[in-house]
């Protein structure tokens, strides 16, 4: 499992769960994805949390230590909320991949309204763009281009990470 203790994703983790402990009660689920380090949460301590994590081996090693406040379920997240009833009240979604592969999950899931309005958003993306990416406009531009329908754009936080290069956390409210 890769290690997610380093200091520019610290800083950016703080900042998110400054900007959600602003937004969210803490008996309201927040959707995230998470390690078996549980370190979104070490942030946010008593915030209900929901996560999925695809059926990995860390999988079954957060499944043992799951903190009490915490639902996990296995699944890809971008599926599993689409196939889901449920409303959120926020979501911060820290993909370890670009825009491009998360799209249209994304648009669907604003789409079809699957998080309550006025709930806070939040996503990483790594902003290196891959070959098949449509018209080669950097992340930040595009995503809120293409997200300005369903979400009104709060702040970004531009970082290089050691292992997946440049990426950024993106955080809006849901319209
Ligand atoms: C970047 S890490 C989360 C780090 C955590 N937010 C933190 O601050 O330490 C992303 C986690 O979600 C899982 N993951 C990535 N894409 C996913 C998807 N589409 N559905 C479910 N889990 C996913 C990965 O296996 C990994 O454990």
Request: charged share 30%.
């Amino acid at each position: 499992m890769e290690n997610f203790d380093r200091p520019k994703k610290n800083i950016v983790r703080e900042f998110v769960a400054s900007f959600f402990g602003k937004r969210i009660k803490q008996t309201h689920q927040l959707l995230t994805l998470e390690t078996s380090d549980w370190l979104f949460h070490k942030e946010m301590p008593n915030q209900k949390l929901k996560v999925y994590q695809l059926p990995t081996k860390d999988f079954e090693k957060m499944e043992q230590s799951k903190p009490k406040n915490i639902k996990l379920e296995k699944g890809d997240i971008n599926k599993k909320v689409l196939e889901s009833k449920v409303k959120y009240d926020g979501a911060y979604i820290d993909y370890c991949n670009n825009y491009q592969t998360n799209r249209t999950p994304i648009i669907n899931m604003l789409k079809n309204k699957k998080f309550r309005s006025g709930s806070p958003i939040g996503f990483t993306f790594s902003t290196r763009l891959g070959r098949q990416v449509k018209n080669r406009i950097p992340t930040r531009t595009r995503v809120k281009s293409e997200l300005r329908p369903y979400l009104t754009h709060m702040s970004d936080l531009p970082y290089k990470d050691i292992s997946h290069g440049p990426m950024v956390t993106m955080l809006f409210e849901v319209k």
